[in-house]
């Protein structure tokens, strides 16, 4: 069964350094999402992505993130200089056509921890 | 905006008994979607069930159902037959028909399967 894959699965990285959270999303879907999750809390949209471009973000998602397709697999998300507040999981989701397209289909996340 | 509410932070169960996870919601629109994902340790989100608003009929999938009472915006997941791999957070969500199409999570419900 297809299924959205997250690269790394974990990160360690210093505050101030740049993060790029890498994600291939099933093949023959067409929007694709990034949430986050800080420990312990509840999961968050963070931004959706369609046809090539941002169709809709957070107020989380500010001038320190950025999304994109560089190919026809991957879907990133850069952290430009991260922060402390920064450290949470980070979950990939992507939906497509047909029957379920409403539905979002997860990653398995990266723990991204900033020191 | 659209909110969820989860007012059960945590629940315990017997297993191989039932248990009832409540989810309220609240929204403007006549179309949406409403979902159930679980969380297990690992924190990867998993889907378990899904409801389409313009549905009259409950949602079933093997030992999972819901309760789906639009009028009170009220979406209750009933798991049966409670086995110990069902101990997990449980997350509702839901996802509009226009406008916004992410993701809105309640905070989640720690499930306990009690041996």
């Known amino acids: 069964e297809p299924e959205v894959t997250q690269t790394p699965s974990h990160q360690v990285t210093q505050m101030g350094q740049e993060v790029i959270l890498r994600c291939v999303p099933i093949?023959?879907?067409?929007?694709f999402y990034w949430y986050r999750q800080i420990l312990g809390q509840k999961v968050e949209f963070l931004v959706s992505?369609?046809?090539?471009?941002?169709?809709?973000k957070s107020e989380i998602f500010d001038d320190q993130f950025s999304v994109e397709r560089p190919d026809g697999s991957n879907f990133t998300l850069k952290i430009r200089s991260t922060k402390l507040e920064d450290s949470a999981m980070y979950f990939c989701?992507?939906?497509?056509?047909?029957?379920?397209?409403?539905?979002?289909?997860f990653g398995p996340g990266t723990r991204l921890l900033v020191l | 905006a659209q909110t969820v509410t989860q007012s059960q932070p945590e629940m315990s169960v017997q297993e191989a008994e039932t248990v009832t996870l409540s989810c309220t919601y609240d929204?403007?629109?006549?179309?949406?979607?409403l979902f159930w994902y679980k969380q297990p340790p690992s924190r990867q989100m998993i889907l378990v069930i899904r409801?389409?608003?313009?549905?009259?009929q409950n949602a079933t999938e093997n030992r999972f159902s819901v309760n789906f009472q639009k009028a009170a915006k009220s979406f209750s997941l009933k798991i049966s037959d409670s086995q110990l791999g069902d101990a997990a957070m449980y997350f509702c969500?839901?996802?509009?028909?226009?406008?916004?199409?992410?993701?809105?999570f309640g905070s989640g419900t720690r499930l306990q399967v009690q041996p």
């Open positions: 989701a992507s939906r497509g056509s047909g029957r379920v397209k409403e539905t979002q289909y």
């Open positions: 093949s023959n879907h067409l929007y």
């Open positions: 992505f369609y046809n090539n471009e941002i169709s809709e």
């Open positions: 929204t403007s629109e006549s179309d949406y979607y």
């Open positions: 409801q389409e608003a313009y549905k009259q």
């Open positions: 969500a839901y996802m509009g028909d226009t406008g916004r199409r992410a993701l809105t």
